[in-house]
């Protein structure tokens, strides 16, 4: 048992640096090189950063251990709530949750917290019926991030973002570098993929075998997945803040990869592990 151990925290932690040093940085140098906004480059970073959630609710959805992902999912969403506030504290950018926008968004961040938690309390299983619903909350979620941004983002911000995105317009034009970011994040996927095949593994043996708890083997994915968020939360802002007047965007960005992180892990995520259990089940 203690080699399996060993062998679960070194692929969470494989997972973890890939995602941390080269997928996440990657997306990011490839979303400046196109010239992308500040909430546009957050929905990116969600979605990289979710890329941990993603392999290890796979891993443990075909080993049959769906209280894994559950748990997994939750509290990752609960410890990325935590380390985004964490964030915005330590920069001092608590006054940014003046802005409506950014008020709506992690108003919907703490329903992704909610939701399963009442699904958890009400005894409703995770089963295939649910996840039409998820589908649907997934896109309203999104439409209501979109127009919070169009109807509440104040128009000076609006006109800064605009002049950054102008300054770095020249970008577009460095197709070598474009092309060199896409290559490193099809070879990351690749390695991704074999490291979350093999973590697949050791979940069945250390759940099946061990009679490990599928809930404590869940809250640890949940931390270990949670780290590259902490990363992005305190690096958009940092990013941003060259100009004090910049610190909004910073805000932007890291709010954006939040929600979209938690939205992606509880609804599409979630989604897809239950239709891995469901359908393609490597153990009964």
């Given amino acids: 048992m203690f080699f399996e151990l060993i062998k679960?925290?070194?692929y969470c932690a494989l997972i973890v640096i890939l995602s941390?040093?080269?997928l996440v940085p990657n997306l990011r140098k490839l979303a400046e090189a196109l010239s992308l906004k500040a909430k546009t480059v957050g929905n990116i970073s969600g979605l990289a950063t979710s890329m941990p959630e993603f392999l290890t609710i796979v891993a443990s959805s075909f080993n049959?251990?769906?209280?894994t992902s559950i748990i997994n999912i939750l509290s990752s969403n609960i410890i990325n709530v935590i380390q985004y506030v964490a964030s915005i504290v330590l920069n001092k950018n608590i006054q940014s949750f003046k802005n409506q926008a950014i008020k709506v968004d992690f108003i919907l961040v703490i329903f992704t917290i909610i939701i399963p938690i009442l699904f958890?309390?009400?005894?409703?299983e995770a089963n295939i019926e649910i996840v039409p619903l998820f589908?649907?909350?997934?896109f309203f979620f999104m439409f209501l991030n979109s127009n919070a941004h169009n109807l509440?983002?104040?128009?000076?911000d609006l006109i800064l973002e605009n002049q950054i995105q102008a300054e770095g317009k020249w970008r577009r034009n460095n197709k070598s570098k474009i092309i060199k970011y896409v290559i490193y994040l099809i070879l990351t996927?690749?390695?991704l993929f074999i490291i979350g095949n093999a973590l697949g593994n050791t979940l069945n043996v250390l759940c099946n075998d061990f009679n490990v708890s599928q809930t404590i083997v869940g809250v640890l994915?949940?931390?270990?997945t949670s780290i590259p968020e902490l990363i992005t939360f305190l690096e958009s802002q940092k990013h941003h803040k060259k100009l004090e007047k910049q610190n909004i965007l910073g805000v932007v960005e890291a709010t954006n990869n939040l929600l979209t992180s938690n939205v992606l892990n509880l609804f599409i995520i979630q989604s897809v592990g239950i239709l891995l259990c469901k359908f393609f089940p490597l153990t009964l």
């Avoid at 509440?152 to 000076?156: A, D, F, G, S």
């Avoid at 994915?221 to 270990?224: E, K, R, S, Y």
């Fill in 135 to 138: 589908i649907i909350l997934y």
């Fill in 20 to 22: 941390k040093y080269v």
């Fill in 189 to 191: 996927g690749v390695f």
């Fill in 64 to 67: 049959g251990l769906i209280d």
């Fill in 8 to 10: 679960f925290f070194v």
């Fill in 120 to 124: 958890i309390f009400l005894n409703i």
């Fill in 221 to 224: 994915l949940g931390g270990i």
């Fill in 152 to 156: 509440y983002l104040k128009n000076e």
